[in-house]
């Protein structure tokens, strides 16, 4: 495939998507009427659909349509970006436990103001908060390496999933477990604009940033010998990339939720379509992801009468494909 060509797929593909995925549900619009509801409110047009049709467009759908598609790129580039800065293919955004801080902050909060309201700010400080104890814990005895990162990761998520276990226990079980349960399943169901809001601009912010570090994330990603013998300095180039990801991470969590895969496999994929070069990586991990994790959501709200959690969807299409990959490049891996 040529590169213009692949370039134009990889803009295109979002929004055909995005404008599929605007008609398709339980109440039916047209791809017309769907365009003719999006231009018209947005430039004031006078009004020539039904009010359950505007309704549906942008109270309902629109919403878990741009935080889809801004979730999905985030967690892919941070997935690619954590590759790059560990060296590992096996790397997710998850693996210095800002997921289960996130997850714990979320059901804490639900647990003590039973409301969702407050759940999106209760979870970004947890995950920020995990992220600074993984990092405090590398550090216990000494400089930390990447390997202590790695570990401390794996002692941060193991301490908040077992605080979230407590939490689960104490929840009353006939309210608040259920809310709990649900929502450390992943699901776009309840956003709206103020979750946009919220979780966009630190999610763009994020991948802004690791576009900016593209080459220096190539020579990272080489080796740490040739980064310093170029002048680099890796120990500041590796923390700014690593917060970045941190914050794409504990932002996408804190508005939808714990959502797998995505992450591991996705920047897997831009691989194979543009190779390692993260000046061309970046872009195809930002439309793949978006592209995903969108799939996944409008399959998840349109094959059953109700709707799926979005960490069921991507283990399921996503395990499958993983050891596929395993098996594809298990002699290059080992």
Known sequence: MNPPLRATLLIGLPVLLAIGALCI?????????????????????ERTWAPVEETVVMKVRLPRILLALVIGAGLAVAGAAFQGIFGNPLVSPHILGVSAGAGFGAALTILLVRTLEFVPVGALLFGLVAMLLSLA?????????????VLAGVITAALFDALIGVLKYVADPNDTLPTITYWLMGSLSAVGMAEVRLGAPLVILGIVVIWLFRWRLNIISLSENEARSLGMNVA???????????????????????????????????????????RKLIPATVSLGACYLLVIDTLGRSLTGNELPLSILTAVIGAPF??????????LWS
């Open 25 to 45: 549900g339980r109440y039916q619009i047209t791809p017309g009427t769907a365009l003719r509801v999006l231009v018209g409110t947005t430039f004031g047009a």
């Open 137 to 149: 814990i590398s550090r216990l005895g000494g400089r930390g390496g990447l390997l202590m990162l």
């Open 236 to 278: 500041r180039t590796r923390w700014i990339l690593i917060a970045a990801s941190t914050l794409i991470t504990a932002a996408a969590v804190s508005v939808v939720g714990i959502v797998g895969w995505i992450g591991l496999v996705i920047p897997h994929m831009a691989r194979a379509v543009v190779g390692s070069d993260h």
């Open 322 to 331: 993983f050891a596929l990959l395993l098996m594809r490049n298990r002699g």
